[in-house]
């Protein structure tokens, strides 16, 4: 899924499943369909600061390097997994001081004291071997602040300050690849409603928050436009009519999740959506 290389491969071999879509369907070789791995705990950044021009926002982003087991290659915020000194394990101070703590590391954006706001949770889907539970916070800084980010040349590359549409439209043509959830993010900033939604809706309260974004992945036979391949690897979030379908562990759909596009798929070496 968005944790590997994921084109189509003489490894990968057809799997007929009742719990699957459509009555042949392909998954790659590794694909785990015993035991769900156990997640790893991470936390994610979404740093952002007003245009030069005062009108929107402007987000910063990596690139991940090519050799890395996880999202190689693909345009990412600062983050990573959280540390046995961050705090206790799985306790809401640790997620937080991971999110500190990565986006240093990985962007030199130091955020102190500065409040960061918890507003979504994703878990990778069961099939992957890899998994992680990862909380996204939104820090956001002034105009002047944050002009010396850089990425940390070992896991991330080509750091940039860019609006949320630009990553989307450079997505769109092919130019970068971005994950399912760095998208749904991507969607929501691009949208000046969405910040004042996320100070009051009750769907962005820490209670619901708890409750992670779990997607479903699979191989799926069919033509897609503007692809010449015979089948697709598609991820289905829980208000997706397939969902329920589809092997793999299920979730029920967060309410924050319900404007969001209910399925992705790969054609070449990026998602979209379809």
């Known amino acids: 899924m968005w944790g590997t290389r994921v084109g189509t491969t003489h490894s990968e071999r057809t799997v007929s499943t009742a719990n699957s879509p459509g009555s042949q369907s392909r998954a790659p070789a590794g694909l785990n369909l015993d035991q769900p791995a ?5 936390a994610t950044v979404v740093v952002a600061r007003p245009t030069a021009t005062g009108d929107g926002l402007e987000l910063f982003m990596l690139r991940r390097s090519a050799r890395s087991k996880f999202m190689p290659d693909a345009m990412v915020f600062p983050g990573g997994k959280l ?10 101070e640790a997620f937080e001081v991971a999110a500190r703590r990565e986006c240093e590391e990985e962007s030199g954006i130091v955020l102190g004291g500065r409040p960061v706001r ?19 916070y939104l820090a956001q800084l002034q105009r002047h602040e944050g002009d010396d980010a850089a990425a940390d040349g070992h896991e991330t590359h080509d750091g940039r300050w860019a609006r949320a549409e ?14 399912p959830p760095t998208i749904c993010t991507l969607l929501r900033m691009r949208e000046p409603s969405w910040l004042r939604e996320l100070a009051s809706a009750p769907a962005y309260s820490p209670a619901q928050l708890r409750t992670p974004i779990l997607p479903k992945w699979w191989y799926v036979e069919g033509s897609i436009e503007g692809s010449d391949e015979p089948a697709h690897h598609h991820v289905f979030l ?37």
């Open 166 to 179: 630009e990553f989307l439209d450079d997505c769109a043509r092919g130019a970068i690849d971005l994950p």
């Open 38 to 42: 156990t997640p790893r705990l991470a």
């Open 238 to 274: 829980p208000h997706d009519p397939e969902y329920p379908a589809i092997q793999g562990e299920s979730a029920a759909l967060p309410e924050r999740a319900r404007p969001l596009p209910p399925r992705f798929v790969r054609v070449g070496n990026t998602w979209r959506v379809p």
């Open 83 to 92: 540390d046995p000194g961050d705090g206790p394990a799985g306790s809401d």
């Open 118 to 136: 918890w507003f979504d949770t994703w878990l990778t889907p069961s099939v992957e071997q890899r998994r992680y539970l990862a909380r996204f």
